[in-house]
Nanobody
Framework: VQLQASGGGLVQTGDSLRLSCTASGPTFTAYNMAWFRQAPGKEREFVAAISRDSSKFTYGDSVKGRFTISKHIATNTAYLEMNSLKPGDTAVYYC????????????????WGQGTLVTVSS
């Protein structure tokens, strides 16, 4: 499966933004999806994960209550709705997929998108 992330941009503190991750291939329903992010000079950080049937969700502590992950089967797209954005959310956001639910463990995901940059100004 190939993943294409989009929706990043420059926003202000407190704004909202929605990222999209579109998957190619007819088997989108077989994949668990996740979002990770990496800020300049920092390690990759887990953001959110959703199971293939949207029955299981996992969120990183820093985004709980502000970010929501979802999947739309008809369009083969996973979303990350980000609210109450802070400067600390500034990073390149990557979507990932795997047939096995990997939760917060990046090494469990075999497929990765190219990343989309989110910049939150103070």
């Amino acid at each position: 499966v190939q993943l294409q992330a989009s929706g990043g941009g420059l926003v202000q503190t407190g704004d909202s933004l929605r990222l999209s991750c579109t998957a190619s291939g007819p088997t989108f329903t077989a994949y668990n999806m996740a979002w990770f992010r990496q800020a300049p000079g920092k390690e990759r950080e887990f953001v959110a994960a959703i199971s293939r049937d949207s029955s299981k969700f996992t969120y990183g502590d820093s985004v709980k209550g502000r970010f929501t992950i979802s999947k739309h089967i008809a369009t083969n797209t996973a979303y990350l709705e980000m609210n109450s954005l802070k400067p600390g959310d500034t990073a390149v956001y990557y979507c990932a997929a795997d047939s096995i639910y990997g939760g917060s463990y990046s090494d469990r995901y075999d497929y990765w998108g190219q990343g989309t940059l989110v910049t939150v100004s103070s």
